[in-house]
């Protein structure tokens, strides 16, 4: 059995935020999947087909990790079979990057669940939200905490639209086969600025 997660922040408001693009690719995910719609449980939405189960935690971005852990125990879920979508201000809107593990790099909803799983040791797929006119997040003028929860501007939306359907050919590539077949993927997809 394989956990694609989403990471985000539940409720309207948060609905079209960077920080939430993690939710709206894990849903691009599900729609292409035919994946039927999400059940709610206590902290978290969950949906299944086969052997695939779709996970968006509720406890907003700081608590990812609980839910996360939770579904990996009841399903008894290997780390291995674990995928991660998440928004990385480290990396320029329309790039994404694949991982096996490594740190949070700042990013709290993954320090979350690396913190609930006691573990670096699973995939996760950063969609860089840095506007193309900043070459690091350090040039934002403001908080990251408060970038992070901003609409993406007009003319960043088409970038957002093209990336999605590379992050759901990477996705799909891990829930059918695994991630080395995910990192094949992700190298021929480079060309169209997936990097």
């Known amino acids: 059995m394989k956990l694609i997660v989403g990471l985000g922040n539940p409720g ?31 902290n978290y939405l969950l949906a299944r087909k086969d052997e695939w189960l779709f996970l968006k935690p509720l406890t907003y ?18 780390k291995s079979d674990l995928l991660i979508i998440l928004d990385d201000v480290h990396i320029p809107l329309g790039k994404i990057r694949i991982r096996r593990r490594g740190s949070d ?18 995939s996760r797929m950063r969609i860089g939200i840095l506007p193309e006119v900043h070459e690091s997040a350090s040039e934002l003028t403001m908080p990251l905490e408060e970038f992070v929860l901003m609409n993406f ?9 093209e990336i999605i359907p590379a992050a759901v050919e990477l996705a799909s590539c891990f829930i059918y086969q695994n991630y ?7 190298s021929r997809l480079c060309s169209l600025s997936v990097e």
Do not use: W
């Not at 935020?17 to 059940?39: M, Q, S």
């Not at 909803?109 to 573990?119: F, Y």
């Not at 080395?180 to 992700?186: F, G, H, L």
């Open 180 to 186: 080395k077949k995910m990192s094949a993927a992700y």
């Open 153 to 161: 501007l007009e003319e960043e939306l088409q970038c957002v639209q």
């Open 105 to 122: 790099a700042g990013h709290n909803g993954l320090k979350s669940v690396i913190e609930a799983l006691d573990s670096e040791n699973f």
């Open 12 to 42: 309207p408001e948060y609905e079209s935020t960077r920080h939430n693009i993690g939710f709206v690719t894990l849903d691009a995910v599900c729609e292409k999947l035919r994946v039927p719609d999400y059940k709610k449980f206590k």
């Open 61 to 78: 971005m700081n608590l990812s990790g609980q839910p996360v852990s939770s579904v990996m125990k009841e399903f008894d879920i290997k």
